[in-house]
Nanobody
């Protein structure tokens, strides 16, 4: 059974940085597209970034482009989301998701999800 576990969330001041991690167990991430999504209170879950399984191509939502960086370490079976220049509007629960289809920022394209990690950006 595919299991994903996020970590690295927390409270950070505006302008600060956090690195989220997504760990996979019981399966290899090598052949999966991994996406990061977030859901703020009262809002729908939105795609933030994703990384392909084949060539490591990366994709970002406009709202995080230039501030967030997604990467993967297949040897460690991990995917990361480096978040810099954080803003209060980045506050949300962040989820990683996996699937074997093409890279996508659409929630419906992913079949496996982690439980989420809270990121709060506040002074």
């Amino acid at each position: 059974q595919v299991q994903l576990v996020e970590s690295g969330g927390g409270l950070v001041q505006p302008g600060g940085s956090l690195r989220l991690s997504c760990a996979a167990s019981k399966f290899s991430l090598d052949y999966y597209v991994i996406g990061w999504f977030r859901q703020a209170p009262g809002k729908e879950r939105e795609g933030v970034s994703c990384i392909s399984s084949s060539d490591g191509s990366t994709y970002y939502a406009e709202s995080v482009k230039g501030r967030f960086t997604i990467s993967r370490d297949n040897a460690k079976n991990m995917v990361y989301l480096q978040m810099n220049s954080l803003k209060p509007e980045d506050t949300a629960v962040y989820y990683c998701a996996a699937d074997r289809r093409s890279p996508s920022l659409w929630e419906s394209d992913y079949g496996y999800w982690g439980q989420g990690t809270q990121v709060t950006v506040s002074s």
